[in-house]
């Protein structure tokens, strides 16, 4: 009989198949494995480096600036800190009645003799106006201009803002013996301010304004050796203090209080106190008032004035200012 070969039995070829099927398994395992982490890295990489491109540096801000401080141009007697936007034309009806002292007799001033101003301003570039006016009061014309020097910011970074206004007016009445001109010059006065403002709140805002007036010829006299005398000084300087609060949207009242200060030889100014109320719509800003100032050309008032509140010398005025956009 004879001996049987193992390793050519029918189990022995049953098992050599079943070790070549996990080793294919095992084998395809591994690759896909492999595969897996090629794709996962190849993933990451492109993360990272547009991470590394995308980082920018920080944008700066853009200024806000505080809007609306005061309505318009004027304040009462006072310019206030505001210019209009680029574009804006202004057609400005100051008017001024007498005193009240007087009683009825001229229906507390109403039917006095009044004084009243025509202006027009435009604004041709950004922060700067320039303006032109006449009054009746000694038949003068002026011409002004006003610039925003700097502008409070909503994040308190400039906590105010300041304003430069200033003007000339030339005395255009004929010579005569009532006048004083010798030359073309001495018909000249002048005026520079500084406007320096604040918006505490939505309803509160105040400003004060140093300044100082000039006028090139001044009444004088003739003292005991005949020489000439000034009555009033060439130069002098004064300080308005002003504020604002608004009662409702279109509505605010309004204060003034005007300081001259250098002092004369004789007839030295008196101060302006002045209370009021303004109106404002989209296109028209109007303000009624009490005050002691009677002139519509700021260094007359600081020069000039004699109306007293001591002795009641109040008067009702006016201001109708209408702006146009171009």
């Not at 398994?25 to 590394?52: G, H, I, R, Y």
């Not at 700066?60 to 800190?81: C, P």
């Not at 025509?118 to 006449?134: A, E, H, T």
């Not at 007036?213 to 004088?220: A, P, R, T, V, Y």
Request: proline share 4%; hydrophobic share 35%; net charge positive.
């Amino acid at each position: 009989m004879k001996k049987q070969n193992i390793y050519s039995s029918p189990m022995s070829g049953f098992v050599r198949v079943c070790l070549l099927i996990v080793l294919c398994s095992s084998f395809t395992n591994l690759m896909a494995q492999d595969s897996k982490t090629n794709t996962v890295s190849k993933k990451k990489a492109p993360v990272s480096e547009a991470t590394k491109d995308t980082t920018e540096a920080p944008v700066a801000k853009k200024k806000s600036y505080v809007k609306n401080t005061f309505e318009g141009n004027y304040l009462i007697d006072e310019q206030t800190v505001m210019v209009p936007i680029k574009g804006t034309f202004e057609f400005d009806i100051q008017h001024r009645f007498g005193t009240v002292e007087h009683g009825t007799t001229d229906l507390f001033g109403l039917f006095a003799t009044a004084k009243m101003r025509l202006g027009f301003s435009y604004v041709p570039i950004s922060n700067l106006q320039i303006g032109f006016g006449g009054t009746n009061e000694k038949m003068q014309v002026d011409g002004n201009l006003k610039y925003a020097i700097l502008k409070q910011t909503k994040d308190g970074s400039m906590p105010v803002s300041i304003t430069y206004y200033g003007n000339v007016a030339a005395d255009t009445r004929k010579k005569d013996n009532t006048t004083l001109f010798v030359t073309t010059s001495d018909r000249f006065s002048f005026f520079n301010q500084v406007i320096i403002a604040r918006k505490f709140s939505d309803k509160l805002s105040l400003e004060v304004s140093p300044n100082f007036s000039h006028f090139n010829n001044l009444e004088g006299y003739l003292d005991a050796s005949g020489n000439v005398m000034p009555l009033l000084k060439n130069d002098n300087f004064g300080v308005a203090f002003s504020g604002r609060y608004k009662i409702s949207d279109e509505s605010a009242l309004i204060v003034n209080y005007d300081q001259p200060l250098t002092q004369n030889p004789a007839n030295n100014p008196r101060p302006n106190i002045s209370f009021g109320i303004e109106m404002k719509t989209s296109g028209h800003d109007f303000e009624i008032f009490v005050g002691n100032y009677s002139s519509l050309i700021p260094q007359n008032n600081y020069v000039y004035n004699q109306n007293d509140f001591n002795r009641n010398q109040f008067l009702i005025g006016f201001n109708i200012s209408r702006l146009w956009n171009f």
